[in-house]
């Protein structure tokens, strides 16, 4: 296994399951995928097959480009040009910024 890309997608769920406030079963069953299969992909043992990235986006509404760490921030893939400036202006945001936008989007969840 890459462990670029595992590392990569790792960082990725575990964005996820901390925003969602999710442990790995809560995870696998969010996306309806076997425990196993994800606790085998933690450990390093196996690569995510597209079957299950596919299930995460759809569970999580995020971009596959999220998953794979091209894209760092949680959101679904732009629909049009106006949501695509918008996630331009988002990834150009300073960190404090990005962490004061994470705060609202966490207590809006809520």
Same mark, same amino acid.
């Given at each position: ?19 969602? &406030? ?5 995870? =696998?069953? !969010?996306?309806?995928?076997?425990? $196993?299969?994800? #606790? ?29 760490? &091209? ?5 679904? =893939?732009? !629909?049009?040009?106006?949501?695509? $400036?918008?996630? #331009? ?22």
């Amino acid at each position: 296994m890459d462990k670029t890309y595992h590392d990569k997608v790792m960082k990725s769920l575990t964005m996820l399951m901390e925003m969602y &406030d999710l442990d790995v079963t809560g995870f =696998s069953e !969010r996306c309806g995928m076997p425990v $196993e299969r994800l #606790e085998s992909f933690i450990a390093g043992e196996k690569d995510l097959m597209v079957p299950d990235l596919v299930a995460i986006v759809r569970a999580f509404n995020v971009s596959s480009d999220f998953i794979i760490g &091209d894209f760092p921030f949680p959101f679904p =893939s732009p !629909r049009t040009e106006k949501e695509r $400036e918008l996630f #331009e202006k988002i990834e150009n945001m300073d960190p404090e910024q990005l962490d004061e936008l994470m705060s609202v989007l966490r207590s809006k969840k809520n």
